[in-house]
């Protein structure tokens, strides 16, 4: 799919915390029909190309206006605190010390300045003292380089329908989901500003289990918002077994959805999301599935042309090689 989008000229986004989209973990025959479109950013030697502190516009009743310095720290906080699973009291501290940290130093404020600010918080709230232990590694560990060159205008806008790999191996898992839910919130303020239905691009987030998709969250913002703005999100996990049920349900909003062959222990819950009803035996269609085979869930195309309403369907899956032979 990835390589049909780029045919196209429509450039995707993939942010690779499980190393699948390593440039040698990838097909030859993909790599290779793709000459020249791969483009791939070692986050780890580069550092993370943007400012989570920065505040961005937003529309109010027609104004543009910043964001709130406690718009920020309350994001950064939302953040972190599902990441380490922090309680209130730590989750206080870290607004306390984003929001003081954006107050004083304004467009200044950086990673190294929260740090600072979380030291000074933690001689009144001892609370922060836990979230500074928990954080230190990851402190000492990402840099954030706000790289000049980093635009995402060339990166989702490309004429060229380029295929950008965020590559995040080497950092621990806690990193990579902090990086990734700070960049997915600077892409989408960017693309309020400045995208449209028209303008569409793809983003690619394997394991999406791993991040957050409570109210607050970015993905949240994307499933109920993106389409306006252009986004294509596509959310791959082999398991939902950690979310909360608010989060599954927010995830099922997905506007499309192909279902693989699931775990035992899951095929019963899947069958009842392909339909809601029960009045179709999917149970036992989702333990026939075979390999190259998904049951397809959402609007496509008709016969007319027109894209409508169509019942689940068992599809198979063609190789690379077979696709590019009928494209």
Same mark, same amino acid.
């Given at each position: 799919m990835l390589y049909e989008l780029a045919r196209c000229d429509i450039s995707s986004v993939i942010f690779d915390y499980t190393e699948g989209f390593m440039l040698q973990q990838l097909e030859p025959p993909f790599k290779e029909s793709l000459d020249g479109k791969i483009v791939q950013k070692i986050v780890y030697s580069t550092g993370v190309p943007?400012?989570?502190?920065?505040?961005?516009?937003?529309?109010? @009743?027609?104004?543009? =206006?910043?964001?709130?310095?406690?718009?920020? @720290? @309350?994001?950064?906080?939302?953040?972190f605190s599902h990441v380490y699973d922090f309680g209130a009291q730590q989750n206080a501290a870290i607004f306390e010390a984003a929001y003081n940290g954006l107050v004083k130093y304004g467009d200044n404020m950086n990673i190294r300045k929260f740090q600072q600010e979380l030291e000074e918080v933690a001689e009144i709230n001892k609370a922060a003292n836990t979230v500074i232990s928990k954080m230190t590694p990851f402190f000492?560990?990402? /840099?954030?380089?706000? /790289?000049?060159?980093?635009?995402?205008?060339?990166?989702?806008?490309?004429?060229?329908?380029?295929?950008?790999?965020?590559?995040?191996?080497?950092?621990?898992?806690?990193?990579?989901? =902090? =990086?990734?839910?700070?960049?997915?919130? /600077? @892409?989408?303020?960017?693309?309020?500003?400045?995208?449209?239905k028209d303008k569409p691009f793809v983003v690619v987030l394997d394991e999406a289990q791993n991040l957050s998709h409570t109210i607050k969250s970015p993905s949240a913002a994307i499933l109920t918002e993106g389409r306006k703005f252009g986004w294509s999100a596509w959310f791959a996990t082999q398991s939902l077994k950690i979310l909360k049920d608010d989060e599954v349900v927010r995830l099922l909003q997905a506007s499309f959805k192909l279902y693989f062959k699931p775990t035992d222990d899951e095929m019963t819950k899947i069958s009842k999301q392909i339909d809601v009803t029960g009045d179709g035996n999917w149970l036992s269609v989702i333990q026939g599935l075979q390999k190259g085979q998904c049951i397809v869930v959402g609007d496509r195309m008709l016969a007319n042309g027109k894209v409508g309403a169509v019942s689940p369907t068992v599809t198979n899956v063609l190789s690379f090689e077979n696709r590019q032979s009928e494209c």
């Open positions: 943007i400012n989570p502190f920065k505040r961005h516009e937003v529309d109010l @009743a027609g104004m543009k =206006i910043l964001e709130k310095e406690s718009d920020v @720290a @309350a994001r950064l906080s939302d953040i000492r560990t990402v /840099d954030f380089t706000e /790289d000049p060159e980093f635009d995402w205008e060339n990166i989702l806008y490309n004429d060229e329908g380029k295929v950008n790999i965020i590559q995040l191996t080497l950092f621990s898992r806690e990193m990579q989901v =902090i =990086i990734t839910e700070m960049m997915l919130w /600077d @892409a989408w303020y960017y693309t309020k500003k400045f995208g449209s």
